[in-house]
């Protein structure tokens, strides 16, 4: 791909950079426009006066000078006295996309760096190289400690992985004999402020969110056409009604995979969990989909800070300080995610707990072969309401908390770190639920013995493929396993989901 113009990047252009290592070139035309507005904010600062993070210390040290010949160092020690993070790594496609995203930031001029900075940056995502970045859960404002520790690789410092094992990044640059970049006035403050890494964690978190869903409303059809529930609730024409984009995509897509079947002469009302499926599915689309318009937005922006602006509209030129690295509203949307899919995930823990009461089921009272000598699978309905309850726990507000640090210079934070590793592990937990559901309903279905719509019927033969019939009461565990790992693969969901089969498993993860 070849960037040659600023908001040029798209989702999918993102995707194959950043997952699928596609190759990235950067037009002359705009390297050179780079180049003019670096020399612009150089000549201005030859006029005098202090500027922040390039003479000046940071934060509360801004009060403090640094000399001409000291500048150079400054800005190398900007990224390795902020490399202080410890924790699980951040996956590859994450570190990527960091990358990436700080590459288009700095096209726009703004920042002020250099277009061999912007170079280095391309040729390092083109040459595979991969910087190991704790995942640290930071107080710091913004996003200075993961991307010190991403770009301190680009002096020679810290760790890339080579294999999948760390090498010291002085030792790969020379491999590739490419030499530690010598970093210019303000590129060392550049690269770390912005806020490229909230993106770049959003993007993994939504793809699998979206898989998931989709995975969560087969499984609910599936129960619902199981226990032979009306199909009367999830009518399309119920979701016009409504008029809610998310819950009328759930609507259509159960009934495609009703095929036309399921119950809809008068029946009794099935349990509530079952009714209102639309309803909480459509309302986490809903939720997912303002994150994907969010990130869409973030993907174009610049958020540097301070940014280098012309005088225009009655302001001066000069550097302007941002708040932009402050992710404030994508934290949010991930936020909301969390809380959305939790409740997916209570729906998933009340249609097994349905599955194992016949007065509900209208099958053998735990899904048991021969009810008394056999237990049943109640082991696995217990197993969801201990993922349910982490899962709840974790959704609790993570951004609400602001610190004060750098004695009270940075007094407000965004947690994104901090919210994007609980959603993942929410998404773990629903992930593992839905496997959880999944092997009740091979059970309850060869129980049944009901033939099914023919989308219904393809996915359940998919998942009795690895899980033998459970003719007597065995460990579970590893039919689990293979169903998470099916789950993972997105075999049953090829088509719905927007990016369903397009990433492989391990790659939509934002943590390693």
């Known amino acids: 791909m070849i960037l040659d113009r600023l908001g040029q990047l798209d989702l999918e252009?993102?995707?194959?950079?950043?997952?699928?290592h596609e190759p990235l070139a950067v037009g002359s035309q705009l390297l050179a426009a780079v180049d003019a507005e670096r020399a612009a904010m150089l000549a201005h600062l030859d006029g005098g006066g202090a500027a922040y993070g390039i003479d000046t210390g940071l934060g509360y040290l801004i009060s403090h000078a640094v000399q001409a010949e000291d500048q150079a160092a400054f800005q190398r020690s900007i990224l390795l006295g902020r490399a202080a993070g410890i924790g699980p790594p951040l996956s590859a496609p994450v570190v990527r996309g960091t990358m990436l995203?700080?590459?288009?930031?700095?096209l726009s001029g703004r920042a002020g760096v250099s277009a061999g900075l912007c170079r280095f940056i391309a040729d390092r995502l083109n040459d595979g190289w991969v910087p190991v970045v704790p995942a640290a859960v930071s107080g710091a404002a913004g996003e200075t400690v993961p991307l010190a520790h991403l770009f301190e690789t680009f002096v020679g410092a810290g760790a890339v992985l080579i294999d999948g094992h760390a090498v010291a990044a002085a030792d790969a640059l020379a491999a590739r004999a490419v030499a530690p970049y010598e970093l210019g006035a303000k590129e060392g403050l550049a690269l770390i402020n912005g806020a490229p890494l909230a993106p770049a964690?959003?993007?993994?978190?939504?793809?699998?969110?979206?898989?998931?869903?989709?995975?969560?409303?087969?499984?609910?059809?599936?129960?619902?056409?199981?226990?032979?529930?009306?199909?009367?609730?999830?009518?399309?024409?119920?979701?016009?009604?409504?008029?809610?984009?998310?819950?009328?995509?759930?609507?259509?897509?159960?009934?495609?995979?009703l095929d036309g079947g399921g119950r809809w002469e008068p029946a009794l009302q099935a349990p509530v969990s079952l009714r209102v499926i639309p309803q909480v599915h459509g309302a986490a689309f809903a939720v997912l989909e303002h994150l994907y318009e969010q990130l869409r937005r973030e993907l174009r922006a610049v958020t540097d800070s301070?940014?280098?602006?012309?005088?225009?509209?009655?302001?001066?030129?000069?550097?302007y300080s941002t708040?932009?690295?402050?992710?404030?509203?994508?934290?949010?949307?991930?936020?909301?995610?969390?809380?959305?899919?939790?409740?997916?995930?209570?729906?998933?823990?009340?249609?097994?707990?349905?599955?194992?009461?016949?007065?509900?089921?209208g099958l053998t009272e735990q899904l048991a072969r021969q009810p008394g000598r056999h237990s049943g699978l109640v082991i696995l309905h217990k197993q969801v309401i201990g993922l349910a309850a982490e899962a709840a726990t974790l959704a609790s507000p993570a951004s609400i908390r602001a610190v004060d640090a750098s004695t009270g210079q940075e007094d407000f934070q965004a947690h994104t770190v901090l919210v994007a590793r609980r959603l993942e592990q929410i998404l773990d937990d629903l992930e593992l639920g839905l496997a959880y559901e999944l092997v009740a309903l091979r059970q309850a279905h060869d129980l049944s013995g009901r033939a099914l719509p023919a989308p219904l019927q393809e996915a359940i033969g998919t998942v009795a493929e690895i899980v033998p019939?459970?003719?007597?009461?065995?460990s579970l565990a590893d039919d689990v396993e293979r169903v998470r790992g099916l789950i993972g693969?997105?075999?049953?969901?090829?088509?719905?989901p927007r990016y369903a089969g397009l990433l492989a498993d391990e790659s939509v993860r934002a943590f390693a």
């Open 13 to 20: 252009d993102y995707r194959r950079i950043a997952f699928d």
């Open 101 to 106: 995203l700080r590459l288009a930031g700095f």
């Open 201 to 257: 964690l959003g993007v993994p978190l939504a793809l699998r969110a979206e898989a998931l869903l989709e995975h969560a409303t087969l499984a609910g059809t599936l129960a619902v056409a199981v226990i032979d529930a009306s199909a009367r609730p999830y009518s399309a024409r119920v979701g016009e009604l409504k008029g809610d984009p998310g819950q009328l995509r759930v609507h259509r897509r159960i009934c495609e995979l």
């Open 306 to 319: 301070p940014l280098y602006m012309h005088a225009a509209d009655g302001e001066p030129e000069g550097l």
């Open 323 to 361: 708040g932009g690295f402050h992710a404030h509203a994508l934290t949010l949307a991930l936020e909301a995610l969390a809380i959305a899919l939790v409740h997916v995930l209570n729906l998933t823990e009340k249609h097994l707990h349905r599955l194992l009461d016949s007065r509900f089921s």
């Open 469 to 474: 019939e459970i003719a007597e009461d065995r």
């Open 489 to 496: 693969s997105r075999a049953l969901v090829p088509e719905a």
